[in-house]
């Protein structure tokens, strides 16, 4: 779990994904549709990628992508950021976060 906290540390949005993976596309076209300032980790593409999954599914991501970081806080997979979008509870997150600012 180490390596994801280092992950994420000093980053207002971290999104943990895999190139393949529909519903992390369509997480990361939300968030970056507010012009949040994202960073974006493909498992698939990063040499400790199988490390990492590892470590997000023993943080509880279940399946382990999409992984959504918001102020270094796990807020979850898609079914829990589109609930927070739902509630419009997304943005303002995301400006707490300093990801936008509006």
């Avoid at 993976?21 to 980790?41: D, E, P, Q």
């Avoid at 509880?60 to 806080?73: D, E, K, L, R, T």
Wanted: hydrophobic share 45%.
């Amino acid at each position: 779990m180490d390596v994801v906290t280092r992950m994420v540390a000093d980053r207002p949005v971290v999104i943990f994904s895999r190139t393949t993976c529909c519903m992390s596309h369509a997480i990361k076209t939300l968030i970056s549709g507010f012009g949040a300032n994202l960073t974006v980790y493909e498992l698939d593409e990063i040499p400790n990628g199988q490390q990492v999954e590892r470590a997000l599914q023993q943080m509880g991501c279940n399946p382990s992508v999409p992984a959504v970081f918001i102020g270094q806080q796990l807020v979850g997979g898609p079914n829990q950021v589109m609930s927070l979008q739902l509630r419009n509870q997304l943005v303002p997150l995301l400006i707490r976060a300093g990801a936008i600012w509006i």
